[in-house]
């Protein structure tokens, strides 16, 4: 069964849920990758972002964001800030985040820099490499791109 994915701006977010969305992008990106960072980067608060996210009993376990990237391109998206918590992990959420993110996308071109070890998972997606590694805090990262 497809987990359920919810979804909404900054704007739209009320004040825990958007605490739990930001708690669980620190203690993935910040805490568990140990990488010390500005997560909170003002793009959140962007009118076209979006937050997805799935919910086990209540509480985000899985997220990401979709906003504009028109400095890639006019009319082109990104994707960005995909983490699952550790004890959800394996189960599709992410997946399921991501597919959504591209139905609601629909043909525009959507631009990644995902971590290496990710390569081949977001192919599955039709992401395809679009230059060569770079570290980004630490982490070796590729860009993508879906046209």
Partial sequence: MSPTVRSATLRELDPVTLHD???L????FVV?????????????AEPTTQHLWVEVDGAPVATLRVLR??????????????AT??????????????????????DARVEIEAQT????????????R??????????PH?????E
């Fill in 21 to 23: 969305l930001l708690r």
């Fill in 117 to 128: 070890y990710l390569e081949e998972w977001y192919r599955r997606f039709g992401f395809v």
């Fill in 142 to 146: 590729l860009p993508m791109r879906r």
């Fill in 32 to 44: 568990e990758q140990a990488c010390a960072y500005p997560e909170i980067d003002g793009r959140d």
């Fill in 69 to 82: 990237d028109e400095s890639a391109s006019p009319g082109a998206w990104r994707i960005g800030r995909v």
């Fill in 25 to 28: 992008r620190v203690d993935v």
């Fill in 85 to 106: 918590h550790a004890d959800h992990r394996g189960r599709g959420y992410a997946a399921a985040l991501v597919a959504e993110s591209l139905r609601r996308i629909g």
């Fill in 130 to 139: 679009t230059g060569p590694d770079f570290l980004e805090d630490g982490i």
